[in-house]
């Protein structure tokens, strides 16, 4: 299905379905990049409140991994709206933190290249809470935005992906998870990081 085709809910028919621009939404199109007119700027988005030093509990680490991907147009989306290191937030606390924002700007800008409007959201980390993550590792999740998708479909050789499988890039170290709990992108951005089961 081409994802030029399809309507993107609006906020209101978002948090209706118990989904919200500040959480993480079982439906992938509650994800749309770019919020109808009138709408409230999503968490995360450059401009909104509480302060990036409030969001990261004033973690230098965190407040310049944070800055510099707001400042290449990169979203982040956390459930409890924060950036520090805690469950419930999307962390960019910890060794691999530098890593993860230097593979997401790249991700982003090769998808652009691809798909012009590609558009990243970034919906997990560094944070504790998953079987994956860690501070130690160059792992993310990426909002299933059909950009984003359809970038990865054509690096996998495959636009209809089995949920809760591996796939390598086709010509890069990277691997990508379909999940399904809420929708979205597990990547591992180096097989050293994949040995374990996603989330």
């Not at 910890?94 to 991700?107: E, H, N, T």
């Not at 992108?185 to 180096?190: A, K, N």
Request: glycine fraction near 8%; include cysteine.
């Amino acid at each position: 299905m081409l994802w030029g085709s399809l309507r993107f809910p609006t906020a209101e028919e978002c948090r209706r379905e118990g989904s919200s621009f500040g959480e993480e939404p079982d439906n992938w199109r509650c994800l749309a990049p770019d919020a109808p007119a009138g709408e409230t700027p999503p968490p995360g988005a450059p401009g909104s409140e509480p302060p990036t030093s409030t969001k990261c509990n004033d973690n230098r680490e965190c407040v310049e991994a944070v800055q510099e991907l707001s400042g290449a147009g990169i979203d982040i989306r956390a459930s409890r709206g924060c950036f520090d290191w805690e469950s419930g937030c999307t962390s960019f606390v910890g060794s691999a933190a530098p890593a993860i924002v230097q593979y997401v700007k790249q991700f982003q800008s090769n998808c652009r290249s691809v798909v012009p409007s590609c558009r990243v959201i970034i919906t997990g980390a560094t944070e504790p809470g998953h079987v994956s993550h860690a501070r130690d590792k160059a792992i993310a999740d990426l909002g299933a935005t059909p950009p984003v998708s359809n970038y990865i479909y054509s690096r996998i050789g495959t636009n209809d992906p089995t949920a809760y499988r591996w796939y390598k890039d086709k010509s890069a170290d990277i691997y990508y998870f379909w999940e399904t709990k809420p929708i979205h992108w597990h990547i591992c951005f180096s097989s050293v990081y994949c040995s374990q089961a996603a989330r």
